[in-house]
Protein backbone atom coordinates (compact mmCIF):
# COMPACT_ATOMS: atom_id res chain seq x y z
CA UNK A 1 0.00 0.00 0.00
CA UNK A 2 1.70 3.54 -0.86
CA UNK A 3 0.79 6.30 1.84
CA UNK A 4 1.04 9.75 1.63
CA UNK A 5 3.10 11.56 3.81
CA UNK A 6 1.70 14.97 3.60
CA UNK A 7 -1.34 15.46 5.63
CA UNK A 8 -1.38 19.33 5.28
CA UNK A 9 -2.43 20.07 1.97
CA UNK A 10 -3.94 18.16 -1.01
CA UNK A 11 -1.83 15.01 -2.10
CA UNK A 12 -0.08 14.36 -5.28
CA UNK A 13 -2.08 12.76 -7.92
CA UNK A 14 -2.74 9.32 -7.37
CA UNK A 15 -1.33 7.27 -10.84
CA UNK A 16 -1.32 3.62 -11.17
CA UNK A 17 -1.22 0.62 -13.60
CA UNK A 18 -4.32 -1.25 -13.69
CA UNK A 19 -5.41 -4.23 -16.30
CA UNK A 20 -9.02 -3.99 -17.70
CA UNK A 21 -11.71 -4.60 -14.93
CA UNK A 22 -9.34 -4.64 -12.31
CA UNK A 23 -9.75 -2.54 -9.06
CA UNK A 24 -8.41 0.38 -7.48
CA UNK A 25 -9.33 1.20 -3.70
CA UNK A 26 -8.37 4.67 -1.98
CA UNK A 27 -8.40 4.65 2.00
CA UNK A 28 -9.04 7.75 3.00
CA UNK A 29 -7.68 9.29 6.05
CA UNK A 30 -9.35 12.15 7.02
CA UNK A 31 -8.31 14.97 9.39
CA UNK A 32 -10.60 18.21 11.18
CA UNK A 33 -8.35 20.94 11.98
CA UNK A 34 -11.12 23.49 12.17
CA UNK A 35 -12.97 24.08 14.94
CA UNK A 36 -16.69 23.07 13.71
CA UNK A 37 -17.89 20.05 13.27
CA UNK A 38 -17.88 18.81 9.28
CA UNK A 39 -20.51 16.71 7.17
CA UNK A 40 -17.93 14.85 4.50
CA UNK A 41 -19.37 13.72 1.37
CA UNK A 42 -16.66 12.66 -1.10
CA UNK A 43 -17.87 13.01 -4.85
CA UNK A 44 -15.66 11.03 -7.75
CA UNK A 45 -16.43 12.48 -11.11
CA UNK A 46 -17.43 9.91 -14.05
CA UNK A 47 -13.62 8.55 -15.85
CA UNK A 48 -12.59 10.65 -18.75
CA UNK A 49 -10.34 8.44 -21.71
CA UNK A 50 -7.94 10.67 -23.54
CA UNK A 51 -10.38 10.36 -26.86
CA UNK A 52 -13.13 11.56 -24.96
CA UNK A 53 -14.74 8.55 -23.93
CA UNK A 54 -16.81 8.81 -20.61
CA UNK A 55 -16.99 5.85 -17.86
CA UNK A 56 -19.71 6.37 -15.65
CA UNK A 57 -18.95 5.58 -11.60
CA UNK A 58 -21.76 5.10 -9.12
CA UNK A 59 -21.63 5.10 -5.54
CA UNK A 60 -18.24 4.12 -4.83
CA UNK A 61 -17.52 6.05 -1.76
CA UNK A 62 -18.07 3.68 1.51
CA UNK A 63 -19.57 5.06 3.68
CA UNK A 64 -21.56 7.92 1.70
CA UNK A 65 -21.24 10.28 5.10
CA UNK A 66 -18.67 11.05 7.16
CA UNK A 67 -19.08 13.16 10.38
CA UNK A 68 -16.09 14.67 11.53
CA UNK A 69 -16.00 16.64 14.77
CA UNK A 70 -14.30 19.65 15.03
CA UNK A 71 -10.83 19.53 16.83
CA UNK A 72 -8.41 17.31 15.40
CA UNK A 73 -11.12 15.28 14.44
CA UNK A 74 -10.31 11.81 12.33
CA UNK A 75 -12.39 9.40 10.25
CA UNK A 76 -11.65 7.01 7.47
CA UNK A 77 -13.74 6.69 3.74
CA UNK A 78 -13.14 3.76 1.53
CA UNK A 79 -13.43 4.58 -2.20
CA UNK A 80 -13.50 1.48 -4.37
CA UNK A 81 -13.72 1.35 -8.16
CA UNK A 82 -14.29 -1.61 -10.03
CA UNK A 83 -12.72 -0.54 -14.09
CA UNK A 84 -15.17 -2.04 -17.15
CA UNK A 85 -13.68 -4.97 -18.80
CA UNK A 86 -14.27 -3.35 -21.76
CA UNK A 87 -11.64 -0.70 -21.53
CA UNK A 88 -8.72 -0.92 -23.90
CA UNK A 89 -4.55 -1.27 -22.99
CA UNK A 90 -2.80 1.45 -23.68
CA UNK A 91 -5.69 4.18 -22.63
CA UNK A 92 -5.21 6.86 -20.11
CA UNK A 93 -8.40 7.23 -17.72
CA UNK A 94 -8.51 10.44 -15.14
CA UNK A 95 -11.29 11.49 -12.51
CA UNK A 96 -11.27 13.75 -9.94
CA UNK A 97 -12.12 12.75 -6.39
CA UNK A 98 -13.92 15.84 -4.84
CA UNK A 99 -14.82 17.32 -1.51
CA UNK A 100 -17.66 20.23 -2.17
CA UNK A 101 -18.08 22.52 -0.06
CA UNK A 102 -14.84 21.82 1.71
CA UNK A 103 -11.96 21.90 -0.51
CA UNK A 104 -11.45 23.76 -3.39
CA UNK A 105 -9.12 21.91 -4.77
CA UNK A 106 -9.70 18.20 -6.22
CA UNK A 107 -7.55 14.69 -6.05
CA UNK A 108 -6.84 13.74 -9.47
CA UNK A 109 -6.61 10.16 -10.39
CA UNK A 110 -4.85 9.02 -13.46
CA UNK A 111 -4.92 5.05 -14.28
CA UNK A 112 -2.79 3.49 -17.23
CA UNK A 113 -4.85 0.18 -18.33
CA UNK A 114 -1.90 -2.59 -18.77
CA UNK A 115 -3.18 -5.78 -20.79
CA UNK A 116 -0.84 -7.78 -18.76
CA UNK A 117 -0.39 -6.82 -14.85
CA UNK A 118 2.41 -8.88 -12.38
CA UNK A 119 -0.32 -8.99 -9.21
CA UNK A 120 -3.66 -8.70 -10.29
CA UNK A 121 -4.83 -7.89 -6.32
CA UNK A 122 -7.20 -4.53 -6.06
CA UNK A 123 -4.27 -1.64 -6.30
CA UNK A 124 -4.39 0.41 -2.88
CA UNK A 125 -3.62 3.61 -1.44
CA UNK A 126 -3.72 5.32 1.33
CA UNK A 127 -4.17 8.94 1.11
CA UNK A 128 -4.45 11.77 3.82
CA UNK A 129 -6.80 14.90 3.68
CA UNK A 130 -6.76 17.76 6.14
CA UNK A 131 -9.50 19.94 6.14
CA UNK A 132 -8.63 23.13 5.75
CA UNK A 133 -5.29 23.62 5.06
CA UNK A 134 -2.85 25.00 7.61
CA UNK A 135 -3.10 28.36 6.21
CA UNK A 136 -6.67 29.03 6.62
CA UNK A 137 -6.75 27.17 9.56
CA UNK A 138 -4.27 29.64 11.04
CA UNK A 139 -5.71 32.43 9.96
CA UNK A 140 -9.02 31.80 10.66
CA UNK A 141 -9.36 34.15 13.41
CA UNK A 142 -8.19 37.22 11.95
CA UNK A 143 -10.97 36.69 9.00
CA UNK A 144 -14.29 37.45 10.93
CA UNK A 145 -12.87 40.42 13.17
CA UNK A 146 -16.54 42.00 12.14
CA UNK A 147 -18.80 41.37 15.04
CA UNK A 148 -21.76 41.20 12.31
CA UNK A 149 -19.94 39.12 10.51
CA UNK A 150 -19.00 36.65 13.40
CA UNK A 151 -22.50 36.32 14.70
CA UNK A 152 -23.56 34.95 10.95
CA UNK A 153 -20.80 32.80 10.45
CA UNK A 154 -22.89 30.00 11.42
CA UNK A 155 -25.12 31.04 8.51
CA UNK A 156 -22.09 31.26 6.14
CA UNK A 157 -21.04 27.86 7.36
CA UNK A 158 -24.85 26.47 6.67
CA UNK A 159 -24.83 27.82 3.19
CA UNK A 160 -21.65 26.10 2.72
CA UNK A 161 -23.16 22.49 4.39
CA UNK A 162 -25.94 22.87 1.56
CA UNK A 163 -23.72 21.68 -0.85
CA UNK A 164 -22.24 18.83 1.21
CA UNK A 165 -25.96 17.75 2.24
CA UNK A 166 -27.82 15.45 -0.33
CA UNK A 167 -31.50 16.56 -1.63
CA UNK A 168 -32.57 13.25 -0.75
CA UNK A 169 -32.74 14.59 3.07
CA UNK A 170 -34.80 17.67 2.46
CA UNK A 171 -36.79 15.95 -0.13
CA UNK A 172 -37.97 13.12 2.26
CA UNK A 173 -38.34 15.91 5.04
CA UNK A 174 -40.87 17.95 2.60
CA UNK A 175 -42.87 14.74 1.82
CA UNK A 176 -43.26 13.94 5.61
CA UNK A 177 -44.12 17.60 6.30
CA UNK A 178 -46.55 17.91 3.34
CA UNK A 179 -48.37 14.44 4.80
CA UNK A 180 -49.02 15.48 8.18
CA UNK A 181 -50.94 18.94 6.58
CA UNK A 182 -52.66 16.33 4.55
CA UNK A 183 -53.31 14.43 7.38
CA UNK A 184 -54.83 17.03 9.66
CA UNK A 185 -57.18 17.99 6.70
CA UNK A 186 -58.82 14.52 6.71
CA UNK A 187 -59.83 15.34 9.95
CA UNK A 188 -62.47 18.27 8.31
CA UNK A 189 -65.53 16.83 6.43
CA UNK A 190 -64.05 18.29 3.56
CA UNK A 191 -60.83 16.28 3.50
CA UNK A 192 -62.85 13.34 4.06
CA UNK A 193 -64.93 13.66 1.21
CA UNK A 194 -61.84 14.84 -1.18
CA UNK A 195 -59.73 11.65 0.26
CA UNK A 196 -62.55 9.46 -1.29
CA UNK A 197 -63.22 11.22 -4.75
CA UNK A 198 -59.43 10.81 -4.90
CA UNK A 199 -59.42 7.09 -4.40
CA UNK A 200 -61.91 6.74 -6.98
CA UNK A 201 -59.78 8.43 -9.83
CA UNK A 202 -57.67 5.95 -12.19
CA UNK A 203 -54.92 9.00 -11.44
CA UNK A 204 -54.80 8.01 -7.50
CA UNK A 205 -54.62 3.93 -8.32
CA UNK A 206 -51.98 4.36 -10.87
CA UNK A 207 -49.61 6.82 -8.63
CA UNK A 208 -50.10 4.89 -5.53
CA UNK A 209 -49.22 1.36 -7.56
CA UNK A 210 -46.09 2.84 -9.11
CA UNK A 211 -45.40 4.10 -5.44
CA UNK A 212 -45.75 1.11 -3.98
CA UNK A 213 -43.69 -0.75 -6.55
CA UNK A 214 -40.92 1.75 -6.51
CA UNK A 215 -40.62 1.53 -2.42
CA UNK A 216 -40.97 4.83 -1.80
CA UNK A 217 -41.79 4.72 1.57
CA UNK A 218 -39.21 2.40 2.39
CA UNK A 219 -37.27 5.04 0.94
CA UNK A 220 -38.42 8.18 3.03
CA UNK A 221 -37.97 6.18 6.48
CA UNK A 222 -34.53 4.48 5.54
CA UNK A 223 -33.26 8.84 4.12
CA UNK A 224 -35.07 9.64 7.65
CA UNK A 225 -32.92 7.59 9.56
CA UNK A 226 -29.52 8.46 7.46
CA UNK A 227 -29.93 12.06 8.01
CA UNK A 228 -30.41 11.67 11.87
CA UNK A 229 -27.91 10.24 12.31
CA UNK A 230 -25.81 13.02 11.00
CA UNK A 231 -28.04 15.68 12.18
CA UNK A 232 -28.47 13.84 15.99
CA UNK A 233 -31.62 14.66 16.25
CA UNK A 234 -33.44 15.54 19.80
CA UNK A 235 -36.68 14.62 21.17
CA UNK A 236 -38.55 16.81 18.70
CA UNK A 237 -35.94 15.68 16.49
CA UNK A 238 -33.60 18.12 15.03
CA UNK A 239 -34.43 18.23 11.33
CA UNK A 240 -33.26 20.10 8.46
CA UNK A 241 -36.84 22.20 8.70
CA UNK A 242 -36.74 22.78 12.62
CA UNK A 243 -32.99 23.72 12.33
CA UNK A 244 -34.10 26.98 10.23
CA UNK A 245 -36.89 27.41 11.92
CA UNK A 246 -34.67 28.03 15.31
CA UNK A 247 -32.53 30.16 13.74
CA UNK A 248 -35.29 32.20 12.09
CA UNK A 249 -37.29 32.28 15.21
CA UNK A 250 -34.05 33.10 17.11
CA UNK A 251 -33.87 36.55 15.22
CA UNK A 252 -36.82 37.90 17.11
CA UNK A 253 -35.08 37.99 20.24
CA UNK A 254 -31.39 38.36 19.54
CA UNK A 255 -29.25 41.10 18.41
CA UNK A 256 -26.47 40.30 15.79
CA UNK A 257 -24.50 43.65 16.36
CA UNK A 258 -24.70 43.42 20.33
CA UNK A 259 -23.95 39.37 21.28
CA UNK A 260 -22.88 40.15 25.31
CA UNK A 261 -25.87 42.12 25.84
CA UNK A 262 -28.34 40.20 23.80
CA UNK A 263 -29.75 36.32 23.58
CA UNK A 264 -27.24 34.69 21.17
CA UNK A 265 -28.36 34.06 17.37
CA UNK A 266 -28.69 30.31 16.86
CA UNK A 267 -26.86 29.39 13.68
CA UNK A 268 -28.91 27.08 11.76
CA UNK A 269 -26.15 23.97 12.25
CA UNK A 270 -26.35 20.48 10.17
CA UNK A 271 -24.82 18.32 13.18
CA UNK A 272 -26.60 19.35 16.39
CA UNK A 273 -24.18 21.65 18.28
CA UNK A 274 -24.94 25.44 18.70
CA UNK A 275 -22.02 27.99 18.03
CA UNK A 276 -23.13 31.02 20.17
CA UNK A 277 -24.54 29.33 23.03
CA UNK A 278 -27.85 26.80 23.90
CA UNK A 279 -31.63 27.95 22.49
CA UNK A 280 -33.34 28.70 24.67
CA UNK A 281 -35.69 31.67 24.10
CA UNK A 282 -37.91 30.09 21.75
CA UNK A 283 -41.67 29.29 23.46
CA UNK A 284 -42.25 25.64 23.12
CA UNK A 285 -45.41 26.37 21.23
CA UNK A 286 -43.51 27.78 18.52
CA UNK A 287 -41.79 24.52 17.37
CA UNK A 288 -42.94 21.89 15.25
CA UNK A 289 -43.27 19.06 17.82
CA UNK A 290 -45.16 16.25 15.71
CA UNK A 291 -42.10 13.80 15.29
CA UNK A 292 -41.73 12.18 12.14
CA UNK A 293 -40.42 8.87 12.88
CA UNK A 294 -44.12 8.12 14.59
CA UNK A 295 -46.08 9.61 11.55
CA UNK A 296 -43.59 7.85 8.88
CA UNK A 297 -43.66 4.00 11.31
CA UNK A 298 -47.95 5.16 11.31
CA UNK A 299 -48.46 5.33 7.45
CA UNK A 300 -46.00 1.97 6.93
CA UNK A 301 -46.02 0.59 3.62
CA UNK A 302 -49.85 2.11 2.86
CA UNK A 303 -48.99 4.00 -0.39
CA UNK A 304 -52.44 4.49 -0.50
CA UNK A 305 -52.24 6.85 2.43
CA UNK A 306 -48.86 8.43 1.82
CA UNK A 307 -50.35 9.60 -1.52
CA UNK A 308 -53.36 10.64 -0.23
CA UNK A 309 -52.00 12.74 2.41
CA UNK A 310 -49.17 14.17 0.24
CA UNK A 311 -51.82 15.74 -2.17
CA UNK A 312 -54.42 16.85 0.68
CA UNK A 313 -51.24 18.82 1.97
CA UNK A 314 -49.83 20.31 -1.58
CA UNK A 315 -54.09 21.54 -1.45
CA UNK A 316 -53.60 23.34 2.16
CA UNK A 317 -50.06 25.17 0.80
CA UNK A 318 -50.93 25.92 -2.49
CA UNK A 319 -54.76 27.57 -3.55
CA UNK A 320 -53.62 26.96 -6.91
CA UNK A 321 -52.35 23.37 -6.91
CA UNK A 322 -55.73 23.16 -4.47
CA UNK A 323 -58.04 23.81 -7.67
CA UNK A 324 -55.57 21.51 -9.82
CA UNK A 325 -56.11 18.67 -7.59
CA UNK A 326 -60.13 19.18 -7.07
CA UNK A 327 -60.59 18.94 -10.86
CA UNK A 328 -58.94 15.40 -11.21
CA UNK A 329 -61.23 14.62 -7.91
CA UNK A 330 -64.21 15.53 -9.63
CA UNK A 331 -63.54 13.63 -12.87
CA UNK A 332 -65.89 10.26 -12.05
CA UNK A 333 -63.50 7.89 -13.98
CA UNK A 334 -63.31 4.71 -13.30
CA UNK A 335 -60.99 3.13 -10.98
CA UNK A 336 -57.99 1.17 -12.42
CA UNK A 337 -57.58 -2.36 -11.32
CA UNK A 338 -54.34 -2.58 -9.24
CA UNK A 339 -53.99 -6.36 -10.08
CA UNK A 340 -54.22 -4.67 -13.64
CA UNK A 341 -52.66 -1.53 -14.56
CA UNK A 342 -51.81 -0.39 -17.74
CA UNK A 343 -48.61 -1.83 -18.33
CA UNK A 344 -47.16 1.33 -20.37
CA UNK A 345 -48.93 4.06 -18.27
CA UNK A 346 -46.83 1.95 -15.24
CA UNK A 347 -43.73 1.17 -16.94
CA UNK A 348 -43.27 4.94 -18.07
CA UNK A 349 -43.83 6.30 -13.95
CA UNK A 350 -41.88 3.63 -12.83
CA UNK A 351 -38.91 4.36 -15.61
CA UNK A 352 -38.89 8.12 -14.61
CA UNK A 353 -39.36 7.69 -10.89
CA UNK A 354 -36.36 5.24 -11.25
CA UNK A 355 -34.24 7.42 -12.99
CA UNK A 356 -34.82 10.53 -10.99
CA UNK A 357 -35.17 9.74 -7.59
CA UNK A 358 -31.58 8.18 -7.71
CA UNK A 359 -29.92 11.73 -8.43
CA UNK A 360 -31.58 13.37 -5.47
CA UNK A 361 -28.53 10.98 -3.63
CA UNK A 362 -26.21 13.41 -6.01
CA UNK A 363 -27.41 16.66 -6.22
CA UNK A 364 -26.68 19.05 -3.57
CA UNK A 365 -29.33 20.65 -1.21
CA UNK A 366 -28.30 23.74 -2.20
CA UNK A 367 -30.80 23.94 -5.97
CA UNK A 368 -33.55 22.60 -4.18
CA UNK A 369 -33.06 25.33 -1.25
CA UNK A 370 -33.01 27.78 -3.98
CA UNK A 371 -36.31 26.81 -5.67
CA UNK A 372 -37.97 27.39 -2.13
CA UNK A 373 -36.47 30.35 -1.19
CA UNK A 374 -37.65 31.63 -4.59
CA UNK A 375 -41.12 30.15 -4.21
CA UNK A 376 -41.72 31.75 -0.95
CA UNK A 377 -40.09 35.20 -1.94
CA UNK A 378 -42.91 34.79 -5.08
CA UNK A 379 -45.52 34.26 -2.92
CA UNK A 380 -44.38 37.34 -0.33
CA UNK A 381 -44.54 39.64 -3.21
CA UNK A 382 -47.42 38.65 -4.15
CA UNK A 383 -48.92 39.04 -0.40
CA UNK A 384 -47.07 42.39 -0.14
CA UNK A 385 -49.33 43.79 -3.13
CA UNK A 386 -52.36 43.11 -0.93
CA UNK A 387 -53.59 45.69 2.07
CA UNK A 388 -53.09 43.26 4.73
CA UNK A 389 -49.53 42.27 3.33
CA UNK A 390 -48.65 45.44 2.89
CA UNK A 391 -49.36 46.79 6.53
CA UNK A 392 -47.39 44.00 7.96
CA UNK A 393 -44.66 44.40 6.15
CA UNK A 394 -44.57 47.76 7.23
CA UNK A 395 -44.85 46.56 10.74
CA UNK A 396 -41.63 44.08 10.35
CA UNK A 397 -39.34 46.44 9.05
CA UNK A 398 -39.77 48.73 12.49
CA UNK A 399 -39.05 45.30 14.54
CA UNK A 400 -35.12 43.99 15.66
CA UNK A 401 -36.40 40.75 14.17
CA UNK A 402 -35.67 42.40 10.67
CA UNK A 403 -32.49 44.31 11.37
CA UNK A 404 -30.88 40.32 12.72
CA UNK A 405 -32.32 38.95 9.45
CA UNK A 406 -30.94 41.30 7.33
CA UNK A 407 -27.42 42.12 8.50
CA UNK A 408 -27.18 38.51 8.87
CA UNK A 409 -28.14 37.49 5.18
CA UNK A 410 -25.77 40.59 4.65
CA UNK A 411 -23.02 39.15 6.03
CA UNK A 412 -23.50 36.11 4.69
CA UNK A 413 -23.82 37.43 1.16
CA UNK A 414 -26.98 35.68 0.81
CA UNK A 415 -28.78 37.95 -1.99
CA UNK A 416 -25.45 37.37 -4.18
CA UNK A 417 -25.77 33.25 -3.13
CA UNK A 418 -29.57 33.70 -4.25
CA UNK A 419 -27.95 35.37 -7.94
CA UNK A 420 -25.46 33.78 -8.39
CA UNK A 421 -27.27 29.97 -7.81
CA UNK A 422 -30.60 30.70 -9.93
CA UNK A 423 -27.48 32.06 -12.83
CA UNK A 424 -25.96 28.73 -12.72
CA UNK A 425 -29.37 26.90 -12.54
CA UNK A 426 -30.70 28.49 -15.73
CA UNK A 427 -27.58 28.62 -17.34
CA UNK A 428 -27.60 24.38 -16.68
CA UNK A 429 -30.69 24.15 -17.73
CA UNK A 430 -30.27 26.13 -21.10
CA UNK A 431 -27.45 23.98 -21.77
CA UNK A 432 -29.12 20.85 -22.08
CA UNK A 433 -31.96 21.81 -23.52
CA UNK A 434 -34.87 21.47 -20.18
CA UNK A 435 -37.97 22.91 -21.33
CA UNK A 436 -38.79 25.99 -18.89
CA UNK A 437 -41.91 23.94 -17.83
CA UNK A 438 -39.60 21.09 -16.03
CA UNK A 439 -36.35 23.23 -15.21
CA UNK A 440 -35.90 22.27 -11.68
CA UNK A 441 -36.79 19.84 -9.23
CA UNK A 442 -40.14 20.67 -7.69
CA UNK A 443 -41.54 21.86 -11.27
CA UNK A 444 -39.99 18.13 -12.84
CA UNK A 445 -41.80 16.28 -10.20
CA UNK A 446 -45.07 18.58 -10.21
CA UNK A 447 -44.94 17.91 -13.79
CA UNK A 448 -44.17 14.03 -13.63
CA UNK A 449 -47.69 14.10 -11.42
CA UNK A 450 -49.48 15.95 -13.66
CA UNK A 451 -48.69 13.77 -16.67
CA UNK A 452 -50.28 10.68 -15.04
CA UNK A 453 -53.59 12.59 -14.55
CA UNK A 454 -53.18 13.52 -18.35
CA UNK A 455 -53.63 16.94 -17.53
CA UNK A 456 -51.62 20.56 -17.94
CA UNK A 457 -49.39 21.95 -15.16
CA UNK A 458 -50.77 24.52 -13.63
CA UNK A 459 -48.76 27.67 -14.34
CA UNK A 460 -47.63 30.20 -11.96
CA UNK A 461 -48.13 34.17 -12.87
CA UNK A 462 -44.42 35.28 -11.28
CA UNK A 463 -41.62 34.08 -13.20
CA UNK A 464 -38.27 33.82 -10.71
CA UNK A 465 -36.30 35.25 -12.68
CA UNK A 466 -38.11 38.49 -12.71
CA UNK A 467 -38.09 38.37 -9.37
CA UNK A 468 -34.56 37.77 -8.81
CA UNK A 469 -33.49 40.54 -11.61
CA UNK A 470 -36.40 43.00 -9.34
CA UNK A 471 -34.56 42.09 -6.16
CA UNK A 472 -31.03 42.16 -7.17
CA UNK A 473 -29.17 42.00 -4.02
CA UNK A 474 -31.51 43.85 -1.87
CA UNK A 475 -31.23 41.78 1.77
CA UNK A 476 -34.52 44.00 2.97
CA UNK A 477 -36.39 43.20 -0.08
CA UNK A 478 -35.26 39.45 0.36
CA UNK A 479 -35.88 38.67 4.16
CA UNK A 480 -39.00 40.04 4.36
CA UNK A 481 -40.17 38.90 1.18
CA UNK A 482 -39.35 35.42 2.32
CA UNK A 483 -40.94 35.76 5.52
CA UNK A 484 -43.97 37.01 4.34
CA UNK A 485 -43.73 34.11 1.97
CA UNK A 486 -43.59 31.24 4.71
CA UNK A 487 -46.63 33.31 6.56
CA UNK A 488 -48.58 32.48 3.32
CA UNK A 489 -47.95 28.53 3.41
CA UNK A 490 -47.72 28.10 7.51
CA UNK A 491 -50.20 29.45 9.93
CA UNK A 492 -48.14 28.60 12.67
CA UNK A 493 -45.71 31.06 11.31
CA UNK A 494 -47.80 33.62 10.40
CA UNK A 495 -49.15 34.13 14.06
CA UNK A 496 -45.17 34.48 15.24
CA UNK A 497 -45.15 36.79 12.67
CA UNK A 498 -48.09 38.90 13.58
CA UNK A 499 -46.78 38.41 17.32
CA UNK A 500 -43.55 39.98 16.22
CA UNK A 501 -45.06 43.01 14.55
CA UNK A 502 -47.05 44.05 17.24
CA UNK A 503 -43.87 44.92 18.83
CA UNK A 504 -42.82 47.52 16.50
CA UNK A 505 -42.57 51.23 17.83
CA UNK A 506 -45.80 53.41 16.64
CA UNK A 507 -44.94 55.38 14.17
CA UNK A 508 -46.78 58.47 13.74
CA UNK A 509 -47.71 60.03 9.78
CA UNK A 510 -45.15 63.50 9.82
CA UNK A 511 -46.95 66.23 10.42
CA UNK A 512 -47.22 68.61 7.26
CA UNK A 513 -44.74 70.77 6.08
CA UNK A 514 -46.42 73.92 5.89
CA UNK A 515 -45.29 75.69 2.60
CA UNK A 516 -44.82 79.44 2.43
CA UNK A 517 -46.29 81.61 -0.25
CA UNK A 518 -43.93 82.01 -3.37
CA UNK A 519 -43.11 85.56 -3.76
CA UNK A 520 -42.19 86.94 -6.59
CA UNK A 521 -38.31 88.00 -5.89
CA UNK A 522 -36.85 88.46 -9.27
CA UNK A 523 -39.61 91.61 -9.72
CA UNK A 524 -38.52 93.06 -6.30
CA UNK A 525 -36.06 95.92 -5.82
CA UNK A 526 -32.62 95.09 -5.67
CA UNK A 527 -33.11 91.67 -7.43
CA UNK A 528 -30.60 90.65 -10.35
CA UNK A 529 -32.97 92.34 -13.00
CA UNK A 530 -32.76 95.47 -11.81
Not at 248 to 260: K, N, Q, R, T, Y
Request: charged content about 20%; some cysteine.
Amino acid sequence: MIEDKNPMAMPPPVEAEIHPGGELVLRLSLHNNSGETLLVRPVLDNWLAENGDIFATINPVEPDYIYLGSGAGKATQTVRVKLPLELPPGQVIKSWLRFPGLLEEPLLIILNIQAEIAEKKPREYLVNISFPSRELADNKSSIYYDITTQNAWGLISALNDLDRIPSRWLVAELLVAISQKGEEYTGTPEGVKLFSQLRQTAFFSTVSTVLATAKVPDWISETLSMSGQVLKGDRREQRLLYIWERWLLSLAESDVEAPETAKPIVAPLFVGCVRFGEFQSTPEHLISDAPFTEFVAKLGTDSDRWLGYFLLGLMSLSPRIASHIEAIATQKIEPLNPATPPPQTIAGCLYHLGTRLPELDLLPARWLVLELLLIFAQKGDDYARTPPGRMLLERLRLTRFCKNGVLSLAAAEVPRWIVVSQATATAFHNSVGTPASRAGLLKFWEQWLWDIAGSPIPTSQTSAADLVNQLGIDGEAWFLKIVLGLSCVSPRIATTLEAIASSAPSVSPPAPTPTPPIKDVLSEPGSLQR
